[in-house]
């Protein structure tokens, strides 16, 4: 699976959206973006994913560049519980994509 | 809730004892798996089960022995662990489909670990 980069941490105010850039530069064709998160003590939470178009569903929303290089996890209105450490990977079709890896993430902070 | 239930959700153990983690799945996937997620270290991927089989062990030392006896129970005897073996193990749970497409995967809360 391709490497992803993202920043280590982020501030947001509670009520405003936060958007969290992901680098993937190496991402192959048939490889998706997915985007996890982990709040303390429990075990990651899926959010949302997509391989070239822009998806939104009820908890975020998620835009892929036209080269695929790069993503941005938008939550439109960020609450205290949004608080978490985030994760974007990259994961292959069939058994491939059973290899999923996680990197360092980017712990985001909402703040009152 | 989140449909992958693992059990307990914490353990103490000696480093002579033997333990045995449980995780259960409730939403009907074929293909399970159980990472390590240590202190201020990313989620470290140990063992994949396919349909009840073994496809994929990332270089897990032999004193974690995983065991998969049907596509929603997943189980890691440990035995003779050492200190740095302290951490949370997660169990996930999805469904590798047809044409190549995989659902996500589904985590459980994890088994706290610590080994004294």
């Known amino acids: 699976d391709a490497k992803t980069t993202q920043p280590p941490s982020m501030d947001c105010a509670e009520g405003r959206a936060a958007n969290l850039p992901c680098n993937h530069s190496?991402?192959?064709?048939?490889?998706?973006v997915y985007w996890y998160r982990q709040i303390h003590s429990q075990g990651p939470q899926y959010i949302i994913h997509?391989?070239?178009n822009n998806e939104t569903n009820e908890m975020a929303s998620l835009i892929i560049t036209e080269d695929r290089k790069s993503s941005t996890l938008i939550l439109p209105h960020a609450t205290l519980r949004d608080t978490a450490v985030y994760y974007c990977?990259?994961?292959?079709?069939?058994?491939?994509?059973?290899?999923?890896?996680f990197g360092g993430g980017t712990r985001l902070m909402v703040k009152p | 809730e989140t449909g992958v239930t693992q059990t307990p959700r914490h353990l103490v153990m000696g480093m002579t004892n033997k333990k045995s983690l449980k995780c259960e799945q409730h939403?009907?996937?074929?293909?399970m798996y159980w990472y390590k997620q240590s202190a201020k270290k990313p989620l470290e991927l140990m063992f994949v089960?396919?349909?009840?089989?073994?496809?994929e062990n990332n270089s897990v030392p032999s004193r974690f022995s995983p065991e998969c006896p049907n596509s929603s129970h997943l189980f890691l005897h440990l035995h003779t662990l050492q200190p740095e073996d302290s951490a949370l193990y997660l169990c996930?749970?999805?469904?590798?489909?047809?044409?190549?497409?995989?659902?996500?995967?589904?985590f459980g809360n994890g088994t706290r670990l610590t080994v004294t």
């Open positions: 990977i990259v994961r292959g079709q069939g058994r491939a994509g059973n290899m999923l890896t």
């Open positions: 089960y396919n349909f009840k089989e073994q496809t």
């Open positions: 996930a749970s999805s469904q590798e489909g047809g044409r190549g497409y995989n659902s996500p995967l589904h």
């Open positions: 190496t991402i192959s064709g048939n490889e998706y």
């Open positions: 997509g391989l070239k």
């Open positions: 939403l009907g996937h074929n293909a």
